[in-house]
């Protein structure tokens, strides 16, 4: 990794989050702005808003964008939550003079990036990154390496089935772990149970409930139950299949891991391999959600 400033911009569905990034992924400056769907207008906002860091010299340019993207080519084939649809995204940073290299990833695998320098200052050498929040997102650095797969599409952890013929996921599957631990399946769970004991818990978001879990509400419990075990057994696989030194949650709902996490350290120790699951650690990030900022910056190696 080269000394230096680099650019790092995290794209996501409601804001976008920019910051000079250095060698170790920390943080120098940072500034956020909201989302606007049109590309061309996005980008061209996004260079107004880094214009008072034009006279610093930087090494490049790394973008995270949540959604499916050819690396290689510099292009979003598809976002669900920008609503795009073959994107050339890195031609329209060049248009707009952003510090070349401009290097494009999806912001699972940035995340994954950030957690492997940030929080663990790339000691491990095989990291896997669980992103807890609306949805589930993952990312996989193996022996040092984003892994990315053959189409770029690696690590949906988010999509692990944990339960056949379970709840329907927003993939068009059933039974996805995001359908159990992703926040807005939480709630939406929730709800329906409040309904069925004729209790009326409005209004219902993902910090209310996990304040309600802390206050032993029983069916809020039971929502991080289930997440609980979705997680015991997405991790059980994880680590039967990938023998990681680290396992990095991080996200809004990761901040409440002690409703779901030791539950689910049970599941893992007694469902795995024994080695494996004695080997591996798992922690939750210390950093509030700079993550996939600071890993988006790096991959401008
Ligand atoms: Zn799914």
Not at 32 to 49: G, N
Not at 144 to 154: C, E, I
Not at 246 to 253: A, F, K, M, R
Request: proline share 4%; with cysteine; net charge positive.
């Amino acid at each position: 990794m080269r000394k230096g400033l680099r650019l790092g911009v995290d794209l996501g569905g409601t804001s976008v989050k920019l910051a000079l990034v250095d060698e170790r992924g920390r943080l120098h400056d940072k500034v956020a702005v909201d989302t606007v769907k049109q590309p061309r207008a996005l980008v061209k906002r996004l260079s107004e808003a880094v214009r008072p860091w034009s006279n610093r010299s930087l090494l490049g340019t790394g973008v995270g964008v949540a959604g499916d993207v050819d690396s290689q080519k510099g292009v979003v084939r598809f976002s669900a939550n920008l609503g795009w649809r073959r994107v050339s995204l890195a031609a329209l940073f060049r248009k707009f003079k952003f510090p070349a290299p401009i290097v494009l990833d999806n912001d699972a695998n940035a995340a994954a990036w950030g957690g492997y320098h940030l929080e663990l200052g790339a000691r491990p050498k095989s990291l896997i990154t669980l992103t807890l929040g609306t949805g589930v997102g993952g990312g996989l650095v193996l022996n040092g390496q984003v892994y990315r797969g053959v189409t770029g599409s690696a690590g949906e952890i988010g999509h692990l089935v944990v339960q056949e013929g379970g709840d329907p996921c927003a993939c068009g599957n059933r039974g996805c772990l995001e359908s159990y631990l992703g926040a807005s399946a939480m709630v939406r769970w929730a709800r329906a149970a409040y309904a069925k004991k004729k209790q009326v818990v409005e209004p219902l978001d993902p910090k209310i409930l996990e304040q309600r879990a802390l206050r032993r509400d029983p069916v809020a419990q039971e929502a991080y139950a289930r997440a609980a075990r979705a997680l015991g057994t997405a991790l059980t696989s994880l680590v039967n299949l990938l023998n990681p030194d680290t396992i990095l949650l991080t996200g809004g709902v990761a901040r409440g891991a002690g409703l779901f996490l030791p539950q689910a350290m049970g599941i893992l120790k007694s469902g795995a391999f024994k080695t494996p699951a004695r080997a591996v650690r798992v922690v939750v990030a210390r950093g509030k959600s700079d993550l996939g900022v600071a890993g988006a910056g790096l991959l401008v190696i």
